[in-house]
């Protein structure tokens, strides 16, 4: 190496390639977002096609609460990568299994829209594997818990559908009654 190579500085200038891209501020969404249970965590998804469990990451499982929602979710990220791997409400009908193999492993079926682009999920099967006996104990004691809030947020929350519907009801029958009095007419 040449001695004007070693100290030399670089004066080369780099312009982006894209162009407009907006910094986008979610400290608002974040604060609106209440962790109620955080643990580290690897979780498998079940493929029919090779009728296996695929790991699907490994990172902090949390089951949070959204301000404008009465439902609880359970979120996953990736560790490094951050990517989205596990996003569904917490299921309100299905019990956590547990594995034969494992006194450290569950699992459970639910709607993922963790690669949802158009906001359909797709059903999983999805197995959540802790360090120890000990802390899956206290995942499962969590789940539960608000598995229980889900399934009485969604009592209410149908219960107030019917109440609206049976509103819509009479009116539907009258409505009826009276294209039936113009027919005859």
């Known amino acids: ?4 190579v070693k100290g030399a500085d670089s004066t080369e200038e ?13 400290s608002e969404e974040q604060k609106k977002i209440t962790n109620v249970y955080e643990h580290r965590c690897l979780i498998y998804f079940f493929s029919k096609e090779k009728n296996q469990w695929i790991t699907r990451g490994k990172g902090n499982v949390r089951i949070q609460k959204h301000q404008d929602s009465p ?19 917490v299921p309100p009908e299905t019990p956590l299994a547990a594995n034969e193999g494992s006194d450290r ?55 107030a559908t019917q ?12 409505e009826k009654k009276e294209e039936n009095k113009k027919e005859t007419a």
């Not at 894209?18 to 979610?26: A, F, I, T």
Request: glycine share 4%; net charge negative.
């Open 163 to 174: 109440a609206v519907s049976k509103k819509e009801e009479p009116k539907k029958e009258e």
């Open 1 to 4: 190496m040449s001695d004007a």
């Open 14 to 26: 780099y312009t982006p390639v894209v162009s407009g891209l907006k910094e986008v501020d979610l």
């Open 71 to 89: 439902y609880y979710q359970m979120v996953l990220y990736e560790e490094k990568t951050f990517k989205l791997r596990l996003c569904c409400i």
């Open 105 to 159: 492993l569950w699992t459970f079926a639910c709607m993922d829209f963790s690669e949802s682009e158009d906001g359909k999920g797709q059903p999983q099967s999805v197995a959540i594997k802790f360090k120890n006996a000990e802390i899956a104990e206290k995942f499962k004691a969590e789940y539960e818990k608000y598995q229980g809030q889900n399934k009485t947020a969604m009592e209410s929350k149908g219960s």
